[in-house]
């Protein structure tokens, strides 16, 4: 298996600068206000999995689900940091690791769960 956030480039991360510019451009950040709806916010998530400096959490994969792909950053981006392939790559990689975390939390075959099929009196 390749290393965790391996489609990630680290020349793509790190041409974000943090200026901010984005953030109005962003639809995501102009309507929740939250840095993490954000390129700048997302391309830190991400840049901190790869790194292995944030334990990877479901929860935060909802911050990278709810990137439009419209791209607009990359329009008013100084630095011409490309948003698209970092985000692109970053949702790949999740959906291996989500997908990854799913199977480990099924249910082994055999085991019956509370309301599942077979648990049910035939």
């Known amino acids: 298996m390749s ?4 489609r990630l480039s680290d020349d793509d991360l790190a041409t974000c600068v943090h200026c901010g510019l984005c953030l ?15 390129p700048r916010g997302r391309i830190y998530l991400m840049t901190q999995w790869k790194r292995g400096t944030m334990a990877f ?4 994969v909802r911050h990278i ?9 990359e329009a008013v981006c100084p630095s011409g940091v490309p948003y698209g392939r970092i985000i692109e790559a970053g949702r790949a990689d999740v959906e291996r690791r989500s997908g990854a975390l799913r199977v480990m939390s099924r249910p082994r075959s055999g085991s019956a769960s509370i309301g599942s099929p077979s648990s049910s009196a035939a």
């Open 3 to 6: 290393a965790p956030f391996g």
């Open 24 to 38: 109005d451009a962003c639809p995501t950040f102009r309507v929740t206000g939250l840095e993490t709806e954000s």
């Open 57 to 60: 959490d479901e929860e935060q």
């Open 65 to 73: 689900d709810l990137c439009l792909g419209c791209r607009t950053c």
